[in-house]
């Protein structure tokens, strides 16, 4: 069983086109998380949730806004999508925040 | 400001070879540690992690990484290289004064020749 698992692991679309991705993990975290790395493998944090509550919104353009329907999930929905958005989107987990995190298999969105 | 950095952009070894992977912070006060590898075309795994106690800390695969407070670092080490850990080595850490963020490095990628 795949513990953190989002969904689709290719995105491929237009320029200002709207544009979901899912994530779920199934290990009793009550933190989750959205990363994104860029084409030179820099991560940065972008939104952190605890028990399905906001805690963690970097300085990310309000066309990305993340929705956690529960503590198990946190989806990451991007409007009007830009080149730059074109990066891998890792989500994960983790109990607490003190410790490690639990990664996905990433996202790879291609904006073209 | 309050940055991790890892000096080393690329390593390249032979198969055999002993591996070192600087790794240094600048938070103040509690941290923890963390040393995450990325497979090609994969997601990161954690390799290893220091909390507290000991500062060599061993992890998964054979690496190992010490922990000197004095010099704010938290290198990693292997004794001796394989072909299969070519990959990209993140150091990562989790501070208060960071609202436990969990910050990364640059990242190293390593390539082992066999």
């Known amino acids: 069983d795949t513990a953190v698992s989002q969904t689709p692991k290719y995105l491929v679309t237009q320029m200002g086109n709207d544009k979901s991705i899912k994530c779920e993990q199934n290990l009793g975290h009550d933190t989750m998380y959205w990363y994104k790395q860029d084409s030179k493998k820099f991560l940065k944090i972008m939104f952190s949730?605890?028990?399905?509550?906001?805690?963690i919104n970097e300085t990310v353009p309000n066309r990305f806004s993340p929705k956690s329907p529960d503590k198990a999930h946190l989806n990451l929905h991007i409007n009007s999508l830009e080149l730059g958005d074109s990066a891998v989107y890792f989500c994960?987990?983790?109990?607490?925040?003190?410790?490690?995190?639990?990664f996905g298999a990433g996202t790879r969105l291609s904006v073209l | 400001a309050q940055s991790v950095s890892q000096h080393n952009h690329h390593v390249i070894l032979s198969e055999a070879a002993s591996l070192e992977l600087g790794c240094n912070y600048s938070?103040?006060?509690?941290?923890?540690l963390f040393w995450y590898v990325q497979y090609p075309g994969q997601h990161l795994q954690l390799l290893l992690k220091?909390?507290?106690?000991?500062?060599l800390v061993k992890g998964i695969k054979g690496f190992e990484a010490e922990f000197i407070k004095s010099k704010f670092s938290f290198n990693l080490r292997k004794p001796s290289v394989q072909w299969s850990d070519t990959a990209e080595y993140f150091c990562a850490v989790n501070a208060r004064d960071s609202s436990y963020k969990l910050i990364f490095g640059s990242g190293t990628r390593l390539l082992v020749r066999p």
């Open positions: 994960a987990s983790s109990q607490g925040t003190e410790g490690g995190r639990d």
């Open positions: 949730y605890n028990n399905k509550e906001l805690i």
């Open positions: 220091y909390f507290s106690g000991d500062p």
């Open positions: 938070y103040g006060g509690t941290v923890n």
